[in-house]
Structure formats: structure tokens, C-alpha cells
């Protein structure tokens, strides 16, 4: 009989704590392994890149599994290998005859993964975190195909980027800190010529720094700019591990676990943005690291704990000022605690009064200095939007009741975002119904043959929403799961704030355009939480109705 993992540690037990260790580096190096292949773009794929790309892949795997050893049989780990080199392989020889690359690229490795799982959990190797390991894995490749076959110039999943040659649009923005260096701009970001320049800068200079990067390094320019997608992918993918962490402090565990998971790696949105050229994806990582510091700091209320959170804080309105969503749950875990110690021990209250003001010192100075110098230069308001009239998407006219209340299914049966102007049979006027399509399909509108099973999917991701948030309601009243009352309420007012926020933005800008997914990324994981708290609640009530009869 085979023994227990805890009862016989191998190196793969080794290997497999050091990559838990160190996620944020594993993941990272996990995105760049697959750049050389097409820098981000199928139409820049040659016959080098897939030699070094097939080179790179079997040296990783054969350290694992040489090193690692899975598996406690030579010859298990000698096929293992093999059968990965395949595969490998036989995908460099047909990405050459292929257009669809993303496809071909995927299926080997779903294939030497699966593989993978299969021998460790013949070898009793495989628990929760290393199942979610090997789904991380997956998602990475899953992201790196959508940003290989999708590039800046694919309608309906890019938004406001105009173009590199332009003088607006997320693009311009980024060839402009490309040309300039960290020379601030004399002329009035909130000029029409310069639509997108009044964004806070960060993910511009980024997106710049890593354009910078590779020219000088001999890639050409319109190569680069389409390498730069594997910067929002690398976002994209250490959100996953944020959620993981957020999951794992809040005591989900087993099959919930998993299930929770899924969303943060597999769900449209994640992988959708993990190619997008605005500050988005940015943002919303920022905002899921800030969540998940503060539980951090609740948890442990020293200042090395409050730093991360004013960093994620400033640093996500440096990129964007909708970070700002999460400040008021922050600020509710803050007060709490200073009451707490005002009654228990009050001796801690000066050194969180130090606390609070090393936060304020590290958060506000970069998430206003955009916003106050452009007021100071051009009289820009602090929370600027441009003013639009396009009026051929607009709902403005339709009343808010229905907007509000309206949820007649038949607005799923065009599952796409609905635009007039293209051919759809009205414009998109319920917030919450443009947040399911645009969680699926963003703005993208899939052939014709497709539809059914465009139905079907946002029947079922509508049908998945409004069930987690059932049980995230449900677990919000339980006691003994997800934490104490404080950590409950904290993730309540953080999924109230952006539910609110949108809809505020929604009815203020009364266009097709606003009801988007992109404003209120972060809810999806903590729906995701509450569906995985779900998950384990029915089978622990299903246990124990067994038990009985």
C-alpha cells in the first residue's frame, strides 16, 4: 500500500514548496518562458522562435521530472517525459501549418498536464494546492493563446486605445512616455486630440518601459508593441495568485477551493484582459492585492502588514482612479481595529496612529500627484471624465425602473452586448445584464454558427452570478465560515462599493459603452469565494445526511 505524502516527502515535494514559496516569480517566469515563441502575436511567429520555445519547454519539464520525480518508478517518469517531448514536438511541427496557433498550442499542453495529474495522483501526490498549481499552469497557457491569436487591432476587445500612430488613445499614451522618457506632458491632458492622456500614468509608462525593453534589445517596433500584451497577461495571471492567497486566508479549503479557483484562472474576463492594451487589468490587480493585504493586516496589525496595502492602494489609483473602490472597506478594517484596541489595550493606539499616518504618507502622494497637477496646470477636476454624446448608443431615454428592474430572459437570448448600430435588436440598457455578456464575450461578438452556444454560455454564467451571490449572502450570516464578522463585513462593503459604483457610473453616463465588466473586475472572485464556501457547505450537509440514514 502506498504511503501517504506527509509519510514519504520526495524532491517532487521539494520543487513543489519551492514554487509555492516564490508564486509571484513562478508565475511571472511561467509567462515570459513563452515569449519568444511570436512575442505576443501569432503573425511574428518563425521557425527560431518555435526551436527555442520547444527547447525551453522540454528543459523545464525535464527538471521536474527528473528532479521532482513524480513518480516513484523510473519508467513512469522516463514515458512521463517522453510522451511530454512528443507532444511538444509534434505541436512545432504543426504550428507551422497551422493559423490557429493559440489551438495547437493549447491541446499539448492540456495533454502533458493532465498526464502530469494522472501520475501524481497514482503516486497520492496530488492535494488541493497542487491541483490548483497544475490549473495555474493551464491558465497561463490559456492567457498566452488569447494573447498570441488576439492582438491591438482585434475589434470589440480592445477599448479606447486609438493607435500607435495617433494622438489619442491608450496607445498614443504609451508611445508618448515611449519618445519622451519620464518628461511630463506641457500640453492639456484633457484635450479632445488627447482623449485617454488625463488616466493616471503608471500602466502607460509600464507598457513604455517594457516597449524600451525590447528595441533595444533588437526587437523592431511594431514587434514590440505587440510584445508589451505579456505585461497585462503577467497582471492577469498574478491575480490568480492573489485570489489563491485571499481564498486561503478566509479558511477555504477541498473541493470549494477548486471551485473557487476556477473563476480567477479560467473565467472569460481574466483571460479576455490578460491581452488588454488600457489600464484595466492593472488596476483591478492592484485592487486584488490591496484586498488581499488588508486581511493580512487585520489579521497581524504591524506595519510591515499596512505598507503593501498603501502601495496597492496608490499605486492602483496611479494606474487608475477607480482603485479608490476599495478604500472604504480598508478604512472600516482600520476603524475597527483602532476601536478594538481602544477598548482591549490602549497601549497600541499611538503605534497605530504611526501606522495610519506611514499609510497615508506612502498611498496619497501617488494616487493624487496626476490628478493635483493637472488641476494646478489646467484646471482639471480631480475626478475628471470626458463628456461624451454618442448618442447612438445611448439609454437615456429609457426609465430607470426598467433599467433597474428588468430581467426578462428574453435580453439573453442576444447574448452579445447589444448595439443597434450592429444589427443588434436594441441597445443594452439593464446594468446587470450588460455585466453578464461583457463577463463573457466583453464586446466581441462571435459568427453567426456560434450563437447557440453563445446562449448557452451566458445562460449558464448568468444562472453561476446570481447563485454565488446567493451563498455569499448565505455564508455572510453563517458563523464559522469566511472569518469573523469584521472580515465578513469588509468583503460586503468591498462588493457593495463597486456594485454601487457601477451602477452610479451606469445612470450618469447613460451609454451601451458603461455597462462593462472591465469597471468592476474584482467582484468576480468574491462571488467566485462565496460559490466555494457554497460548494462545501452542500457537501459537508450532504455527509452528514448520509451519516444519518
Known amino acids: 500500500m502506498k504511503k501517504n505524502i506527509k ?16 508564486p509571484y516569480i513562478f508565475i511571472s517566469l511561467a509567462c515570459l518562458i513563452m515569449l519568444p515563441l511570436g ?53 512545432s511541427m504543426m504550428v507551422s501549418e497551422n493559423e490557429d496557433h493559440s489551438v495547437v498550442m493549447f491541446i499539448p499542453a492540456l495533454f502533458i498536464l493532465v498526464q502530469l495529474a494522472i501520475v501524481m495522483w497514482n503516486e497520492k501526490l ?43 488613445g491608450h496607445e498614443a499614451y504609451i508611445m508618448y512616455w515611449y519618445k519622451n522618457g519620464l518628461v511630463l506632458p506641457e500640453f492639456d491632458v484633457t484635450a479632445l486630440g488627447r482623449w485617454q492622456f488625463y488616466h493616471p500614468p503608471l500602466h502607460h509608462i509600464l507598457m513604455a518601459a517594457g516597449m524600451k525593453i525590447f528595441t533595444t534589445l533588437g526587437l523592431p517596433l511594431e514587434w514590440a508593441q505587440q510584445a508589451i500584451q505579456i505585461l497585462p497577461m503577467i497582471y492577469s495571471a498574478l491575480s490568480m495568485v492573489a485570489c489563491y492567497r485571499i481564498f486561503k486566508l478566509v479558511k477555504l479549503e477541498g473541493a470549494g477551493l477548486v471551485v473557487a479557483m476556477i473563476f480567477p484562472c479560467f473565467y472569460p474576463t481574466f ?32 506595519i510591515f502588514n499596512i505598507i503593501p496595502i498603501a502601495l496597492c492602494l496608490g499605486l492602483g489609483m496611479m494606474t487608475k482612479l477607480s482603485a479608490w473602490m476599495v478604500a472604504p472597506a480598508i478604512a472600516v478594517v482600520f476603524i475597527w481595529v483602532f476601536i478594538r484596541s481602544f477598548i482591549k489595550d490602549k497601549k497600541k493606539l499611538l503605534p ?57 430572459l428574453s435580453q439573453l437570448d442576444y447574448p452579445f452586448l447589444a ?18 455578456k461583457t463577463s ?3 464586446e466581441y461578438r462571435l459568427p453567426w454558427y456560434f450563437s447557440e452556444m453563445a446562449v448557452a454560455l451566458v445562460y449558464i454564467f448568468a444562472i453561476t452570478a446570481v447563485v454565488s451571490f446567493g451563498f455569499l449572502v448565505y455564508i455572510m450570516f453563517k458563523k464559522g465560515i469566511c472569518g469573523d464578522l469584521t472580515t465578513k463585513i469588509f468583503f460586503m462593503v468591498t462588493l457593495l462599493t463597486i456594485i454601487v459604483s457601477y451602477y452610479y457610473f451606469c445612470f ?15 467582484i468576480i472572485p468574491i462571488l467566485a469565494m462565496g460559490l466555494g464556501f457554497g460548494v462545501n457547505t452542500l457537501k459537508s450537509a450532504m455527509k452528514n445526511q448520509n451519516k444519518k440514514a
Open 508 to 522: 450618469e453616463y447613460p451609454y451601451v459603452c458603461t455597462e462593462n465588466i472591465r469597471y468592476c473586475i474584482p
Open 352 to 408: 497605530l496612529l504611526g501606522q495610519f499616518a506611514s499609510f497615508l504618507v506612502v498611498s496619497v502622494p501617488p494616487a493624487f500627484w496626476w490628478g493635483i497637477r493637472n488641476y494646478v496646470k489646467f484646471g482639471t477636476p480631480l475626478t475628471f471624465v470626458p463628456e461624451q454624446n454618442f448618442q447612438w448608443m445611448s439609454v437615456e431615454k429609457i426609465p430607470a425602473s426598467q433599467r433597474l428592474f428588468d430581467f426578462s
Open 126 to 168: 496530488l492535494n488541493t494546492d497542487r491541483v490548483i498549481m497544475l490549473m495555474m499552469i493551464l491558465a497561463v497557457v490559456a492567457r498566452y493563446c488569447f494573447v498570441l491569436k488576439f492582438d491591438s487591432t482585434t475589434p470589440y476587445l480592445q477599448h479606447d486605445i486609438g493607435n500607435f500612430k495617433g494622438t489619442a
Open 419 to 436: 448595439f443597434k448600430a450592429f444589427r443588434a435588436p436594441y441597445n443594452e440598457y439593464n446594468p446587470f445584464m450588460g455585466l453578464v
Open 7 to 22: 509519510e514519504n516527502p520526495r524532491q517532487f515535494d521539494l520543487v513543489f514548496d519551492i514554487v509555492m514559496r516564490h
Open 271 to 302: 483571460i479576455i484582459w490578460s491581452g488588454a492594451y488600457n489600464n484595466d487589468m492593472l488596476t483591478a490587480t492592484f485592487m486584488l492585492f490591496a484586498i488581499l493585504w488588508t486581511l493580512k493586516w487585520y489579521r497581524n496589525p504591524k
Open 39 to 91: 512575442f505576443a502575436q501569432v503573425r511574428q511567429i518563425t521557425s527560431e522562435g518555435i526551436v527555442i520555445e520547444a527547447l525551453m519547454w522540454i528543459v523545464v519539464l525535464g527538471t521536474v521530472i527528473f528532479i521532482g520525480k513524480p513518480s516513484g518508478s523510473m519508467k513512469v517518469n522516463v514515458w512521463l517525459f517522453a510522451s511530454s517531448v512528443a507532444a511538444i514536438i509534434l505541436y
Open 440 to 442: 463573457v464575450f466583453d
